[in-house]
Each structure stands twice: as C-alpha cells, then as structure tokens.
C-alpha cells in the first residue's frame, strides 16, 4: 500500500498570506494525485487532479505542483472561506489518501 | 447538475452486514466509475470500492473478503454491503464519481454516518 504523508499537521495563517501544504508518497505515484478541501460537517471537495490541473469551478489562487513522490497545494492569498482540512489522495496504484492538513486562521 | 444521495440505516448490529445505496440524479450512472470512501469520526479517508457500469468492481485489499460492491442502472442506484461488521467500521460513508479508475472524485454524497453498536 502506498502511504501518504502530510504536513504540517495543522498549518496557521493569516488571511491573505500564502499557504503551502506538503504531501509525500511512499513510492512514486507519477502525477496521478488529487487535492480535496473539507470543510466541517461536508463532503470533501475535489481542487486539483493529476497533481496540477485544477478542477471545474476551483479558483485560481489554488495551485498544485509535484510529481513521482513530492507534491505541493499552494493557495496564493487565503480568503476566510480556505479555512479547512485539505486531504491529498493518490490513485496511481489503488487509491490512499494523505491523514490531512486543517489550515487554521492564525 | 449531477447529485448523488447516500441512504440506509444508521445503525447496524456488531456481526450484521451494512447496507447502503447511493442515487445519482441529474447524470447517467453509465460511462463512469461509482466508489464508496468512508470517514470515521474525526479521522481521514479511506476507499472502500469502486464498480463501473457494466458490473465491473474492484475493492480495497484489507475490505474485500467483506465488500460487495452492485448496481442497478435502470434506478441509477449503486449500493454498498459490508459483512460481519465491528465497532471500527463505525463511519462516514460517502459515495462519489470519478470519470476513470486513474482519477480524482468530482461528485460527492453528502455522507451517511453509519453507527455500529449493539
């Protein structure tokens, strides 16, 4: 099973400052990663797929980089409504998502 | 717009088999790959299963011998069954869509919160 290893565990920001969310793969998983954002008491939502491409309808201070094993979520200038749990998942072998980055207002 | 809706009880026995299905409106079921992810309480995500429109399913390797995976497309209705369940499969389930096996879900359920306990 490939492992997904976030970090921070809890990232603090102020609005309108840059957030950088880190995800990590046991064993290269090529560009097949996604981004989510989950928001309490909701579904997670799908930001980014195949590590940079955003999805329909997501804005563009959101940002993802990576391939193989290292991958970044940057979000340019949070707004109050960033403030959730971000999850990264990668379906290049199965499917396993990362235990999540909560991105709390500093 | 395409939603998909979870239903089923939200309580099952300890060693009973839970059981739920997902209805998706304003979208075909076919041509698209229909997976069960579930969330227990305050913890992250994990993928049960996936089955595509002509029967096909595949199943996480530490679920399978307890998943089952169907679907009725004249309902468009896909549905989940897990056996012998234990207090750990106590969770958000959540169904959603992705448009192939080698990409993310971009529809989502709103979740059904499923309580194992006697």
């Known amino acids: 099973e490939i492992v997904m290893t976030q970090s921070p565990a809890t990232l603090s920001v102020s609005p309108g400052e840059r957030a950088t969310l880190s995800c990590r793969a046991s064993?290269?998983?090529?560009?097949?990663l996604a981004w989510y954002q989950q928001k309490p008491g909701q579904a997670p939502r799908l930001l980014i797929y195949?590590?940079?491409t955003r999805a329909t309808g997501i804005p563009a201070r959101f940002s993802g980089s990576g391939s193989g094993t290292e991958f970044t979520l940057t979000i340019s200038s949070l707004q109050s409504e960033d403030f959730a749990v971000y999850y990264c998942q990668q379906y290049n072998n199965w499917y396993t998502f990362g235990q999540g980055t909560k991105l709390e207002i500093k | 717009q395409v939603q998909l809706q979870e239903s089923g009880p939200g309580l099952v026995k300890p060693s009973e088999t839970l059981s739920l299905t997902c209805t998706v409106s304003g979208g075909s079921i076919s041509s698209y790959y229909w997976s069960w992810i579930r969330q227990p309480p305050g913890k992250g995500l994990e993928w049960i299963g996936y089955?595509?429109?002509?029967?096909?399913?595949n199943y996480n390797p530490s679920l399978k011998s307890r998943v089952s995976i169907s679907v009725d497309t004249t309902k468009n209705q896909f549905s989940l069954k897990l056996s012998s369940v234990i207090a750990a499969d106590t969770a958000v389930y959540y169904c959603?869509?992705?448009?192939?096996?080698?990409?993310?879900?971009?529809?989502w359920g709103q979740g059904t919160l499923v309580t194992v306990s006697s």
């Open positions: 959603a869509r992705s448009l192939s096996p080698v990409a993310g879900y971009d529809y």
């Open positions: 195949g590590a940079s």
């Open positions: 064993q290269s998983v090529r560009s097949n």
């Open positions: 089955i595509y429109n002509s029967g096909s399913t």
